[in-house]
């Protein structure tokens, strides 16, 4: 018999064993049906004054919400709280937005500003980086919320708002690859230490890349570039616990002729050369440089998967179609593990990957 206990934490360098925890993920999914499976790889998103409607998603089990919008509702703390009590295994979904700092803020009626990485990155000492990380953390926690994708590690010196020629600009630390290092593992474990998980991005780094991803196609600098700058930040957050990674939606020329994100090349360098054992998810698979593909959120989802990836992301206007894009994802999914072309075991293994993020397991099996 399977015996699983849960409990929603987060901690770097904690006491219970990561690769123990996702052997008892795996388990853990390994019973359920194939539709449960392909719902814990994906991340259903709600404009936050709205996330009371996510109701359909808590109860089917879909691994995460992600919050978009400038502002948060008054009652989001209950409401969210009401949620995840409607999961279907008692797991907690990854509820997740963007508070890099800055210009770039989901929740400012409820988050307290604070500055763009890039005025920190100039201003302030890693410890004081970390403690205002500290801050936002709480307040995340506090709401509701236990997972911020950030920081940003790409590596970018131009003090410019991001838009469609810049995907960073001030959402970096700067442009030094150590300097950077430093100061975004100190914000990621400001986060860590307020219950937080932190999700490092853009693997394997934006900086300098040929456009922004949202609006189009785009390429990174040189492979034989990044390995010597922009991995750096990415191998010092890695080594200092880090748990979950987002991979960008640029080309690496040298590496994948394909976005970061859908690429089996990229996932091999996170998992086989950095070693990272951690969860891997996409970037918005509703961007430009996606579609520009002439690929769905719901067949880039599978191309993901089959990549690596453990978790995808899209983006919707309404809750209606947050709901329909999310299913036709699941649909997706289970279609191509029934065909062959996504081993069921590859499913699993991601599932379990966004599980064990949020949730401390105990499994145990007994006889009669």
Known sequence: MLVASTLAVFSIGGAV??????????????TWT???????????????????????????GYGGLLLLGSRGSAVMATTLLALQRMTPHH???????????????????????????QVMGATMTPQQIRVVAQRVGGQLAGLG???????????????VWPGPTNPDGLRSFGAAPQKTA??????????ASSGVTPVIKHFPGLGGSSRNTD??????????????????????????????????NAL??????????????????????????????????????????HLSEAAAAVMALQAGADQVLFSSATVAGSLAT?????????????????SRATLIGAAAHVVATRNVLSCATTTS
């Open 215 to 248: 609006y189009g196609p785009a390429a990174t600098k040189p492979w034989a570039t990044l390995k010597t700058t922009a991995l750096i930040p990415f191998e010092r957050a890695i080594a200092s616990g880090a748990v979950a990674v987002m991979l960008s």
């Open 17 to 30: 064993s990561v690769s123990s925890n996702l052997q008892c993920a795996t388990q853990v999914v390994s």
């Open 252 to 293: 690496v020329p040298g590496l994948t002729n394909l976005p970061a994100g859908l690429s089996s090349a990229v996932v091999s360098v996170l998992r086989n050369d950095l070693g990272f054992t951690g969860l891997i998810m996409t970037d918005s698979l509703s961007a430009g440089a996606i579609g520009a593909l």
């Open 145 to 159: 919320v236990n997972t911020d994708l950030a920081p940003v590690l790409d590596l970018d010196s131009r003090a």
């Open 91 to 117: 797991l907690a979904m990854m509820v997740m937005t963007d508070e890099e700092g800055g210009g770039v803020m989901r929740l400012n009626n409820l988050v307290g500003a604070f500055p763009w990485p």
């Open 182 to 191: 430093v100061q975004a593992t100190a914000f990621m474990s400001g986060l």
């Open 326 to 342: 999310a299913q036709s994802i699941s649909n997706a999914i289970q279609g191509a593990v029934a065909s062959g072309s996504l």
């Open 34 to 60: 194939l539709a449960q499976q392909a719902n814990e790889t994906i991340v259903v998103p709600v404009d936050a004054m709205s996330v009371g409607a996510m109701v359909p998603a808590a109860r089917g």
